[in-house]
């Protein structure tokens, strides 16, 4: 089998998690990497072992050596190298958050499906084995009917206006950050919520550090979700059902366990983990003439940027107030 050859723009402490990855990539290779610094990009390229170096990501995403294009740049950078990417007929795998707008997404959306190019946003814990077994064990009613999501993902940083984190033309704070990760996870096991309500804090650049939403449905589920910046906390998650629940035990997004409990005896079940597996995935979609991913479709992705602004919204408002 012909291996998909991938590009990655942006030469950044992502794209380096993400080149490590790439040797366990069984239907693909990394080939190239682009940034607006051909020094960043050959420093890099030597560093991960990648053939070709871009001082443009214009060149990378024209490169007619590379089949499929990786965007791991800050959000805000998304928009462009993947409307590029896209007009030059190249799959793009984007590093989430996808963008930082709601119209960003729409506007990357809308291209790929008017042109027929494959999109997907990198959401690598949909595809980590342990999620795949848990969404088979709800299929399949081991816990019943699912009735809600509780879960948190914390990350302590000290504040430092000057890092990307704590800026806001660079698409920083936490629900960029992290909480895409909890409000991702509720959506994909319980579907867009018809109420959010959301609080939380701010730093001095306007970002917020940190965020509690509830999301409600009207046939009674819920979610209760958190993150920040400003603390420490576990990472964990429940999905609960009406004869069970399944623990998804630290860090969640990452998925290194599961314990499934039904009555008074758990099991309690392992898993490999990696980003290797979101890649693996594009590549099975573009080999079946996919578009778009069963499992991170882009309407998803559309409906977890508008969960997310309305809950920037509500938390800035809060603070404010």
């Known amino acids: 089998m012909t291996k998909l050859r991938w590009g990655i723009a942006g030469p950044g402490k992502m794209a380096a998690v993400m080149a490590r990855a790439f040797p366990d990539v069984t239907n693909g290779e990394l080939v190239a990497v682009g940034s607006r610094s051909l020094d960043r990009a050959r420093a890099f390229a030597d560093e991960h072992g990648i053939a070709t ?26 928009t462009d190298i993947a409307l590029a990417a896209i007009a030059a007929g190249k799959p793009i795998l984007v590093e989430k958050s996808f963008t930082a707008t709601v119209e960003d997404t729409t506007r990357i959306i809308e291209s790929a499906r008017t042109a027929g190019v494959f999109a997907m946003e990198a959401m690598w814990t949909r595809f980590n084995p342990a999620i795949a077994h848990a969404r088979k064990l709800i299929a399949d009613g081991v816990i019943g009917d699912l009735r809600g999501v509780q879960g948190d993902l914390t990350a302590f940083r000290p504040f430092d206006a000057a890092d990307r984190l704590f800026d806001p033309a660079l698409g920083g704070g936490a629900v960029l950050d992290l909480g895409v990760y909890v409000l ?24 917020e550090g940190e965020f509690g939403v509830l999301l409600g449905y009207r046939d009674g589920r819920s979610a209760t979700l958190s993150g920040a910046f400003t603390a420490y906390g576990p990472g964990r998650m429940m999905l609960i059902g009406s004869e069970g629940w399944i623990d998804v035990h630290p860090r969640f997004h990452r998925s290194p366990s599961l314990t499934v409990w039904r009555g008074k005896t758990p099991e309690q079940l392992t ?29 998803d992705t559309l409906a977890v940027q508008r969960l997310m602004a309305e809950v920037l919204q509500q938390v800035r408002a809060f603070a404010a107030s």
């Open 53 to 78: 170096a871009h001082g443009s990501y214009d060149a990378l995403v024209t490169d007619p050596d590379i089949d499929a294009i990786y965007i791991a740049t800050p959000h805000p950078q998304h």
């Open 184 to 207: 991702s996870f509720a959506q994909h096991f319980l579907g867009t919520p018809d109420v959010v309500h959301a609080v939380g804090g701010t730093f001095p650049t306007g970002v």
């Open 271 to 299: 898993f490999p983990g990696g980003y290797q597996f979101e890649v693996i995935h594009a590549g099975e979609c573009l080999a079946a003439g996919l578009t778009e991913s069963p499992i991170m479709p882009l309407d």
